[in-house]
């Protein structure tokens, strides 16, 4: 049920369609869809699952990079490699359990790293927007007026530059030597 509400000059509304339940876009070992992300989860995992948290979260891949290879010193890289597939699949409605999570983390590390990359870019880059409304306020010009800068100028405001050297500045003492 959408509200009819006052739009004012200069806003955007975007209406993105919400999906039910869905599944991964990609298979688990459809590795060579992306080998980029597959090998980088082979050789550096903390690096491929920073990358992930912070294409899916925008805060950053230091510390969720940081926090993944401590944890695989300690051997329980698995752990915090599943709760970031739980995010994933709850921000995406996509079935599945922290067990089977955790197990995947700990068995087959880079398919599922490189899986989850392929699952954030394909959802991010490609979501649905049904409508996009842009309310523009009506320009209202005097006859004779002219915008500043139409001449060819740049239009973000900046004055005309002026060319060749600066004028030389006249009271300097001289050179002694």
């Known amino acids: 049920m959408m509200m009819n509400q006052q739009m004012m000059p200069g806003q955007v509304q975007v209406v993105v369609a919400n999906q ?11 590795c060579d869809q992306d ?8 050789f550096c995992p903390c690096i491929q699952y920073g990358t992930n948290m912070d294409t899916l979260n925008k805060s950053g891949c230091f510390g969720p990079c940081c926090s993944y290879g401590c944890m ?32 995947l983390h700990y068995f087959c590390v880079p398919c599922v790293l490189s899986q989850e990359y392929r699952e954030i870019l394909k959802r ?7 409508q996009t409304n842009i309310i523009q306020q009506p320009v209202m ?13 740049p239009q973000q405001g900046y004055p005309p ?3 060749g050297y600066p004028p030389q500045q ?4 001289p050179y002694q030597a």
């Open 124 to 130: 991010e880059t490609n979501q649905i927007i049904v």
């Open 170 to 173: 006249q009271g300097y003492p």
């Open 72 to 103: 695989a010193m300690l051997g329980c890289h698995c752990i915090i490699g599943a709760s970031g597939r739980s995010n994933i699949r709850s921000r995406y409605l996509i079935p599945g359990d922290g067990c089977e999570d955790c197990l």
């Open 141 to 153: 010009m005097q006859p004779g007026f002219q915008q500043p800068y139409q001449q060819g100028y």
């Open 20 to 30: 039910g339940p869905s599944q991964w876009s990609s298979g688990m070992f459809d």
């Open 161 to 163: 530059q002026q060319q």
């Open 35 to 42: 080998c980029g992300s597959f090998v980088v989860g082979w």
